[in-house]
């Protein structure tokens, strides 16, 4: 009978390539064993440059006081609006700040922001998924009805709903975030789990008396933590992209701290005149965005 | 014979290319999307702008005197008491609807405002103490106060205050805001919330004031568009999609003014300045030594440069250059910019930096505020620049951006330090509400008697002189006072076509006579 809803599922229009778009989707992941083979990673440019954007994005945040002496607050009107080349690199914002200063210490907003809410999504999101799946039954319908009506509500207004709760802030927007991302994830985890159930070295397992306990975190975590840390991976570039829209918007960090996304909607108004003060911060948040979703992608494929 | 010929074509030719003619339609440009615009209901400025076109008031102001002059009322007197005003009609006007106006209209439209179901959250307060309308005879209304209410005449002459039709009121109800009928130069003929709102030209309109220029509209329809995001403001103007569009952000001016096809008309706005109150019940700022440090410490200059682009003057005190009563003499406190005897005032008051870490201390407590703003009207560009000013002062600031329900109750609790805020208005009885010690919008927490005297007398007495008298008395006391840092005088950047021409606005610097309003072709 699974089967055959599965199977309906399936022909109703989830993805075919995507195993992780088809978890969403409610169909079980296949177990892990028949892994592609694996073409070496300089093979594979797009995926290699967005593994050294990553770490470059991570490494300028963290050693932002040691690649550039500008403070990235000092306003200096004098300065306003300088172009790229006699205002610094990247030129200057309208109250004269550097932008590649304020870009390299955003980092640490925006990437912690991220790394913060995909942590509470897993934190939340796999030990749900992991219940669902390992126990079946009652609990899997009565915890996965949950996160359907969660999924019922678009991320970003889950999110937005959130910080209207929370009160703006980077905490709350970090919570918020997670918050929203927790639900898919929970579905992916349940997905993946109940595919290592059917497996017949859990019911040996079962046989041998093992406790659900066991069989739930020694058997069933452990195999599917790949598909988990790739799913991640894309999340990240989610999570990313919606904690830069609540900034945005003005939700979330206090006026002056170079988010990337406050950086943005700042300098938006004077894109006609100084586009550097807006085109820097949103090709980081792109370009962070789109790796982090190129090397999910990767991962998913494997 | 052909050298006159060509004269007359040439003439002909002037005549009809370059002079203005009557007909045409313009999109204008308005900045938010009111929740309602009902004018005796809503509150909005926004709603004024193309409403004053469809009302006609009992009195105008002449903006450039600030004499009252005749509107549906042709004349009128004041009792010796000031607590009853009689106006005098004018005869044989009509609302759109065929209405006659009259007496009763005017009765009609006061009593609607102030009844407690109409909700009326600006017009039921511009009109003070008010007590009752009396119908004299068919053109002579009298309005009684319960006391003297020196802004009356005032109030009277704005949109809010502005006569509808008995009849539409009565059949619309509720839904009235979409079908609104006055008596002004133009019909109200639709509005889509959140859309547009298009009005036509009154064929029969011939009771307009002195301060019009013209006995009927010029333009045939007028289409108010939102564009609520300032960004989109000057693509929408260069690219043709309006003809008129109010606040243009300060950096699009500058690049329009150098256009041939564009100009930017600046209007002071009166009314209360952009200035941030501060806290004096709260520490530190309860001693008056650390807010003349502040005063000192913020360079207003760099703020109206970097945040305005100079398009606004700095601000002196409390009021607004524009506004009638406004002391010049406001402007000898706390200038120019000094830093170091900021410095000189915070030592003074016993804040130093002790431990190293760049922010003062007393006692133990670091010298930290906090900084409530709302994310409109540049708040968070200017605070921005401010914490950083005092931060090279050793003063941290911990700004947060909070709704305006959110302010108000923060403000109500006095949780914070400082807060800003500005509002237009052109009376200056508006400063009661600010430094009034029962005032609504009381946030600087003042408590003065010798003030509070001052400001309930200006609203009583209507001698104009013994009013600028006491008002500057307040606005001296204010800055001496340090009850806050004012920042910059509003003014509003209106973005305009080179082919629409002879655009005025009123004494409040918001709203349009679009009566007057022509097209070159």
């Excluded at chain 2, 910019?337 to 804040?351: I, K, T």
Aim: with cysteine; hydrophobic share 45%.
């Amino acid at each position: 009978m699974r089967g055959n809803i599965q199977a309906v599922k399936q022909d109703l229009g989830c993805p075919k390539q995507n195993v992780l778009a088809r978890a969403l989707c409610g169909v079980a992941i296949p177990p892990l064993q028949a892994v592609s083979p694996r073409r070496p990673l300089r093979r594979q440019p797009l995926v290699l440059c967005s593994l050294l954007w990553l770490i470059a994005a991570v490494l300028g945040a963290m050693l932002a006081p040691y690649l550039t002496p500008v403070d990235p607050l000092t306003t200096d009107p004098s300065r306003a609006l300088l172009p790229p080349g006699s205002g610094g690199l990247l030129g200057t914002d309208f109250l004269g700040r550097d932008v590649l200063a304020r870009l390299l210490w955003g980092g640490r907003w925006t990437l912690g922001m991220g790394v913060g809410a995909l942590t509470l999504a897993v934190v939340i999101g796999l030990p749900l998924g992991l219940a669902a799946g390992s126990a079946g039954g009652w609990l899997d319908g009565f915890l996965m009805r949950l996160v359907d009506a969660w999924l019922a509500f678009p991320g970003l207004l889950l999110a937005m709903a959130g910080v209207a709760v929370l009160g703006p802030g980077l905490s709350s927007v970090t919570v918020a975030v997670g918050l929203a991302a927790a639900a898919p994830y929970a579905r992916v985890v349940r997905a993946a789990a109940r595919a290592i159930r059917a497996q017949p070295y859990i019911e040996a397992a079962r046989a041998i008396g093992a406790s659900p306990w066991r069989i739930a975190l020694r058997h069933i975590l452990p195999n599917t933590a790949p598909a988990l840390l790739a799913f991640a991976a894309t999340q990240l570039g989610w999570v990313l992209l919606n904690g830069a829209a609540l900034h945005f918007l003005g939700l979330g960090v206090p006026p002056g701290v170079p988010e990337w996304g406050a950086m943005l909607a700042e300098g938006r108004a004077y894109l006609r005149d100084a586009p550097w003060a807006a085109v820097f911060p949103g090709a980081a948040l792109t370009l962070t965005i789109l790796a982090a979703n190129l090397l999910g992608d990767r991962l998913g494929q494997h | 014979m052909r050298r006159r010929l060509l004269v007359l074509l040439v003439a002909a030719a002037l005549a009809t290319g370059c002079t203005p003619q009557p007909g045409g339609r313009i999109v204008y440009g308005l900045t938010l999307a009111p929740s309602g615009i009902d004018p005796h209901i809503n509150a909005s400025s926004e709603l004024g702008i193309p409403l004053t076109s469809v009302y006609d008031t009992l009195v105008y102001q002449d903006p450039k005197t600030g004499e009252f002059v005749p509107g549906l009322a042709q004349q009128w007197e004041v009792s010796e008491d000031g607590k009853v005003y009689t106006f005098y009609l004018r005869r044989g006007v009509k609302f759109h609807d065929g209405t006659p106006f009259n007496a009763e209209a005017v009765r009609f439209n006061l009593e609607r405002i102030v009844s407690p179901d109409l909700a009326s959250q600006r017009a039921r307060f511009m009109l003070g103490p008010y007590e009752r309308t009396e119908v004299v005879d068919e053109y002579t209304v009298r309005i009684i106060l319960r006391e003297p209410f020196a802004p009356l005449l005032d109030s009277l002459s704005q949109v809010y205050l502005a006569m509808a039709s008995p009849t539409a009121v009565q059949q619309w109800g509720s839904e009235y805001q979409l079908h609104q009928v006055g008596t002004g130069p133009f019909i109200f003929v639709e509005y889509v919330p959140g859309d547009h709102l298009l009005l036509r030209r009154n064929p029969n309109y011939a009771w307009g004031p002195p301060v019009y220029q013209h006995r009927t509209a010029q333009l045939e329809e007028v289409e108010f568009r939102f564009f609520t995001d300032p960004a989109t403001r000057s693509p929408a103007l260069e690219s043709g999609a309006a003809d008129v569009m109010g606040e243009i952000p300060p950096q699009d001016a500058a690049r329009l003014q150098g256009s041939a096809d564009f100009r930017i008309e600046a209007v002071a706005i009166p009314g209360v300045s952009l200035m941030l109150f501060m806290n004096t019940t709260r520490s530190p700022l309860d001693d008056i030594n650390v807010r003349q440090a502040l005063l000192f410490g913020t360079d207003r200059k760099a703020i109206i440069s970097a945040v305005f682009r100079d398009t606004s003057p700095v601000a002196c005190g409390p009021l607004a250059a524009a506004t009638f009563g406004y002391n010049p003499m406001v402007c000898q406190f706390y200038q120019p910019y000094n830093p170091d005897q900021a410095a000189a005032l915070l030592e003074e008051a016993g804040w130093k930096d002790t431990d190293g870490d760049g922010v003062r201390d007393k006692d133990g407590q670091p010298l930290v505020l906090d900084f409530y703003l709302m994310g409109w009207g540049y708040m968070p560009e200017v605070g921005q620049l401010i914490a950083d000013q005092w931060a090279r002062l050793g003063v941290r600031v911990q700004s947060q951006v909070v709704s305006y329900p959110e302010a108000l109750e923060i403000a109500k609790e006095g949780r914070h330090h400082l807060m800003p805020f500005n509002l237009s208005g052109s009376d200056p009885d508006i400063l009661r509400r600010f430094f009034h010690s029962q005032g609504g919008f009381n946030w600087s927490k003042v408590n003065d008697p010798e003030m509070d005297r001052w400001l309930e007398e200006g609203a009583r007495v209507s001698d104009r002189n013994r009013r600028a008298d006491l008002y500057a008395k307040v606005q001296d006391r204010v800055m001496e006072s340090a009850l806050i840092i004012p920042i910059r005088d509003y003014v509003n950047l209106n973005g305009v076509s080179n082919r629409v021409q002879g655009l005025r606005f009123d004494a409040r610097g918001w709203f349009p006579w679009l009566i007057d309003v022509t097209l070159r072709r």
